[in-house]
């Protein structure tokens, strides 16, 4: 479990590795959540939200490391490209269906994360995505 997970738009991989020993907070948009595994939420909102299956996004190497040590330190990853388009096109409901979803999920593996807390990080995200997008970035995440 990743104890800070920082959203943030970057303009591109080597802009967002800059982020990696202090975060992204000063030089980049961001939202900072807390206490889950970011990769795992990831491809699991992926799954959700763009469909697909974890084996297909596992053999595609998604999330994208784009930088961290092989120590266990701070990772950056890229959010894949299908993921933005499906934040950016989802609808509020979608969001809603989708952390209610992911809120049980979570409950089987044994950890608890609220449905109102999941609504609002899918819905704050969605809204980092649309931003990023009308600025031509992209979107990584950031976990300590």
């Known amino acids: 479990m990743s104890i800070i997970v920082e959203f943030f738009a970057a303009p591109d991989d080597a802009s967002a590795a800059l982020a990696l020993r202090t975060g992204p907070q000063r030089a980049f948009e ?4 807390g206490n889950f595994d970011a990769e795992e939420a990831l491809v699991e909102w ?5 469909g697909g299956s974890v084996e297909e996004l596992v053999e595609a190497d ?3 490391l ?3 040590p092989d120590d266990g330190g701070c990772v ?3 959010i894949s490209p299908r993921l933005t388009t499906a934040f950016a ?3 509020r409901s ?7 979803a992911w809120s049980l999920q979570r409950v089987e593996d044994g950890q608890v994360i609220d449905t109102e807390i999941a609504e609002l990080i899918l819905s704050d995200l ?3 995505v649309s931003s990023a997008r009308r600025q031509g970035q992209n979107i990584y995440c950031w976990v300590a």
């Open 94 to 100: 979608e969001l809603k269906d989708v952390a209610v």
């Open 76 to 78: 950056v990853f890229a």
């Open 46 to 50: 992926e799954c959700l939200l763009a």
């Open 126 to 128: 969605a809204a980092l």
């Open 89 to 91: 096109e989802a609808e």
């Open 62 to 64: 998604e999330p994208r």
């Open 30 to 33: 961001s939202l900072s959540f």
């Open 66 to 68: 784009v930088a961290g």
